[in-house]
């Protein structure tokens, strides 16, 4: 009765040891639900081969086969008295449980293992230096004298921002033992915070340095070119300070470093760059080339000398190359003069051949060679002040511009002919170049001497030679440095120091300052704006030096002076480095109307367009 009555409410049941047959009120120990069953047979199709989907007998359809059913099967029965599919599902529980052990074991061990890696990598990997607002200002002391001011930037530690390096002479309270030039020091300043990285005592003042790559190559070391005033040059490996080698004395035996150290190809074919150093002799006016190896600091053969004849500033040496690849060597005193590369290495080797990439020649060059000295190519001679070389607009050589006591004179490097001619006086510093009007030529900013403590800012434009900007500062610093950065949209900013001027309401004239003559300011053109400066920065200081950084990681520019503090009698003046963020400096500056400007500048539009700016590595710089 009970067997009918399971069937006929189709309530599934355990199969008794006992009796042989399923009993529904033993439901509740069943291994399986009634859902479960129903979700088992739905999946796996119904009952195959005469069995259910869970291993049991298919239900009977007549008394007879009830009554084979009731019987036990000795398989199915256990010594103990169990079937055998209740130990089986024991036994697959313990499995069961055994592989969710494992598996979340192996679960937490592998979240363990990927957070230790983060932490790993969040501590020991270092990140990028961050350089947004990195300004500092560092007191090194007091400077015992000279009137040279040599800095240069270079990254010497390979944290991607370049480091400060630079050499003053100390300060001794008594004379110098053993001769009367006082010992010099060169430093290395972190370019992030100012701190010394390493320094070197030089035996005498340095007149300039210049760090390069000698050996090209992805994998070559920084090298800092030490030129002193008297006898020395001497190579430094940027990152450690220490001497690689040093140019021995006594092949200077009658003469001087007249001018820094130039940078040539390389001549012994060792791998490695080679140098060329003017020296100058004490009594007559000789002027005397010496090649120099660039791995060893011995002389590549013997001096070359020349005698020539010029009055005025000694200009070069200065390395130029043509677009065919002739290399020339420019130099003279109050004028240019070329000597073409080849010619110096015969003479230093003393023999008649030289390397195939020296015999190159530029036609145009070697018709102005000079009758009398064969060797000598006269370029300029017209009281020649500065020299400098000007990236020429797409092509790969460059233009010479020329500062005279007369004027301004670019010169075309592919034939020597004049591109034009500007007409001024008082012209005694060099011109900046950079990006001003939007020809995508070099444009020049000059700084003239106006008066008694005042001086006039002018921009030149490069492709016609005209007065594009200009404004009457006052300034009473006799030469104070200036410098441009060029921005993502190949503009360029220029940097300049004058008197303070203090902010005018946009309805009046700019007012001159009432600050003493000590206090100068740093102020900043840009050509988008050229009624307005930015007041960034100011110091009591003389700038002696200042040079412009480009930090590619963040797109930005700083900006580092060497300033000197006043002197009283007594007391050496204080050596100050200082270093500013351009894009920080660009949202605090001050503005300073020039004149008044239709449409007006409002503050808020003047920020948001500085807040986009973006500088990048000059495309000029060779």
């Not at 070697?366 to 020649?384: F, M």
């Not at 007012?511 to 307005?532: A, K, R």
Request: glycine fraction near 8%; hydrophobic fraction near 40%.
């Amino acid at each position: 009765m009970a067997t009918v009555l399971s069937r006929a409410l189709k309530l599934p049941g355990k199969k008794s040891p006992d009796l042989g047959e399923y009993d529904p009120l033993t439901q509740a120990d069943s291994d399986e639900s009634e859902d479960d069953l129903v979700l088992n047979l739905q999946k796996n199709g119904g009952v195959k081969n005469g069995k259910s989907p869970l291993g049991e007998a298919p239900e009977p359809d007549s008394d007879a086969e009830v009554a084979e059913a009731a019987k036990p099967h000795l398989s199915e029965v256990t010594t103990e008295g169990y079937p055998s599919e209740a130990l089986g599902g024991l036994e697959q529980k313990a499995a069961s449980s055994l592989v969710s052990y494992v598996r979340t074991s192996v679960f937490l061990l592998t979240l363990g293992i990927s957070m230790i890696l983060v932490l790993l990598c969040a501590f020991l990997i270092p990140c990028p230096p961050r350089d947004l607002h990195s300004t500092w200002s560092r007191h090194l002391g007091s400077q015992g004298g000279g009137d040279l001011s040599p800095l240069e930037l270079a990254d010497v530690n390979g944290d991607g921002l370049r480091d400060v390096l630079l050499s003053f002479v100390m300060s001794r309270n008594g004379s110098a033992v053993g001769g009367s030039r006082p010992a010099a020091n060169l430093v290395c300043l972190s370019g992030m915070n100012g701190s010394t990285l390493w320094s070197s005592l030089l035996p005498e003042e340095a007149r300039d340095i210049t760090c390069l790559e000698l050996m090209p190559g992805s994998l070559a070391e920084t090298v800092c070119l030490v030129t002193g005033t008297h006898k020395m040059l001497s190579a430094f490996n940027a990152t450690s300070g220490k001497a690689i080698w040093t140019l021995n004395p006594n092949h200077l035996s009658n003469g001087t470093l007249a001018a820094p150290v130039v940078v040539l190809p390389d001549l012994d074919e060792d791998g490695v760059r080679d140098l060329v150093v003017l020296a100058i002799g004490e009594l007559q006016p000789d002027l005397c080339f010496l090649l120099v190896s660039g791995r060893t600091g011995s002389p590549v053969g013997r001096p070359v000398k020349y005698n020539i004849v010029g009055v005025g500033n000694l200009i070069g040496p200065q390395v130029y190359i043509t677009t065919n690849g002739a290399v020339y060597i420019l130099f003279g005193f109050g004028n240019i003069q070329a000597v073409a590369l080849r010619d110096i290495f015969v003479q230093a080797q003393n023999r008649d051949s030289s390397p195939p990439s020296l015999q190159i020649e530029e036609p145009e060059w070697e018709k102005r060679r000079s009758i009398n000295l064969s060797e000598l190519i006269d370029v300029y001679s017209d009281g020649v002040e500065l020299l400098q070389m000007v990236k020429a607009p797409d092509s790969n050589c460059s233009n010479l511009l020329i500062t005279t006591r007369q004027g301004l004179v670019l010169l075309r490097g592919q034939n020597l002919t004049p591109y034009w001619t500007l007409r001024l006086q008082g012209l005694r510093s060099q011109p900046t170049p950079g990006y001003f009007t939007d020809d995508q030529t070099l444009d020049f900013l000059l700084q003239i001497q106006d008066g008694v403590g005042m001086k006039k800012m002018m921009v030149v434009d490069g492709d016609s030679g005209s007065v594009v900007w200009s404004y009457r500062a006052p300034c009473h610093m006799k030469e104070t440095p200036a410098t441009s950065a060029v921005t993502s949209d190949r503009k360029s900013v220029f940097l300049f120091w004058a008197e303070g001027l203090s902010a005018a309401s946009p309805n009046s004239d700019i007012i001159l300052g009432t600050e003493p003559p000590s206090l100068h300011h740093l102020y900043l053109l840009h050509p988008v704006f050229p009624s307005i400066l930015l007041d960034l920065a100011n110091t009591t200081g003389t700038v002696t030096a200042s040079e412009v950084g480009i930090n590619d990681l963040w797109k930005d520019a700083f900006y580092v002076t060497r300033t000197t503090g006043p002197s009283s009698e007594g007391h050496p003046a204080a050596l100050v480095v200082s270093k500013l963020s351009l894009r920080w400096a660009l949202m605090e500056g001050q503005m300073a109307q020039l004149q008044e400007s239709t449409p007006k500048i409002g503050r808020g539009e003047l920020r948001r367009f500085l807040s986009r700016i973006k500088f990048v590595e000059a495309p000029y710089e060779i």
